[in-house]
C-alpha cells in the first residue's frame, strides 16, 4: 500500500512538473549571434513563446554593455498596447539597461514578435546582450510564466582603414649624347611632332640645306656681282647706242 501511494505521488508530481514546463514561457532574442564592424547598426527581435498556453502581458529587461553598444531605437511590434508608465518602459544607454512592457489583446497561444531592438556598434569587442531578470510573461491567471533567460552574443569588429596609394609622375629630363631628350619630355616632344607634322626628317633635310649654303656662300656672292656687272654693261651699251643714233 505505502509503495502504491509513492508511485501515485510520483506519477502526480511529474505531471505537475511536465504541466509548469508546458505552461513555461520563453522569451528569445534572434539573431544568437551576430557579427558587424564599429559604427554599424543591428536589429534584434524579441519573440515571445507561451507553448500553446494563453499569455496576455510581457515585460523585458534587456541588459547590454555601454562602452560596446547603444541602443539607436526600438520598435514594438503590432497589435501590443504599450504600458509606458514609470518602471515598465526605458532606455538607459548610461547603465545599458531597456525595460519595454506591452500587452496582446485577447492574448497569444504560440510565438509572437514582441519588438525589434536597434543598437548602434561603438568599437571592437565581443558584447553580450541578454533577457535578464525582471522580465516576466503574464497568464490567463495573472501568473508570472517567463521562463529562462536568452541572449545574443554581437561581434564587433574593428573598421579597417582604406590604403591609400599615390603615384608619383617622373618630370626629369635627360640629354642623351646627341641632344636629344629622353623621359616625359621626350614623349611629350614625340606627341607634338606627330600632332604637327614634324619629323625627323624634316630636321635632318634643314641642317643639310644649312650646311651646304655656308659652303658655297661666296660663289653665289660672286656669281651675284657678275650677274650685275654683265647687267650693268649691257644697259651702259645700250644707252651708248641710243646716244650715237642721236647724234646722227
Do not use: C, H
Request: hydrophobic share 40%; net charge negative; charged share 15%.
Amino acid at each position: 500500500m505505502k509503495k502504491y501511494t509513492i508511485s501515485i505521488f510520483t506519477a502526480l508530481l511529474g505531471i505537475f512538473i511536465a504541466g509548469n514546463a508546458i505552461a513555461s514561457t520563453n522569451i528569445t532574442l534572434v539573431p544568437s549571434t551576430v557579427n558587424v564592424v564599429a559604427g554599424q547598426k543591428v536589429d534584434l527581435v524579441v519573440y515571445a513563446n507561451s507553448n500553446g498556453t494563453k499569455n496576455g502581458t510581457v515585460k523585458i529587461v534587456v541588459n547590454y554593455p555601454t562602452n560596446l553598444l547603444s541602443v539607436s531605437s526600438f520598435v514594438q511590434s503590432p497589435v501590443w498596447m504599450v504600458n509606458t508608465e514609470t518602471g515598465y518602459d526605458l532606455i538607459d544607454n548610461t547603465n545599458g539597461v531597456l525595460v519595454k512592457t506591452a500587452g496582446y489583446p485577447r492574448g497569444f497561444t504560440s510565438v509572437v514578435p514582441f519588438g525589434t531592438i536597434t543598437f548602434t556598434a561603438k568599437e571592437a569587442g565581443v558584447a553580450t546582450v541578454g533577457i535578464i531578470d525582471g522580465s516576466f510573461a503574464l497568464d490567463a491567471s495573472g501568473k508570472n510564466a517567463f521562463s529562462g533567460n536568452s541572449q545574443t552574443i554581437i561581434n564587433i569588429g574593428a573598421v579597417v582603414a582604406p590604403v591609400r596609394t599615390t603615384t608619383v609622375v617622373s618630370t626629369t629630363t635627360t640629354t642623351t649624347e646627341d641632344g636629344g631628350l629622353t623621359g616625359q619630355e621626350a614623349t611629350v616632344g614625340s606627341a607634338l611632332d606627330g600632332l604637327f607634322g614634324t619629323s625627323t626628317d624634316d630636321d635632318l633635310t634643314a641642317s643639310a640645306f644649312s650646311s651646304m649654303m655656308g659652303e658655297n656662300l661666296w660663289y653665289i656672292i660672286g656669281a651675284v656681282l657678275l650677274l650685275a656687272l654683265v647687267l650693268w654693261l649691257l644697259f651702259w651699251k645700250r644707252s651708248k647706242d641710243e646716244e650715237n643714233n642721236n647724234k646722227k
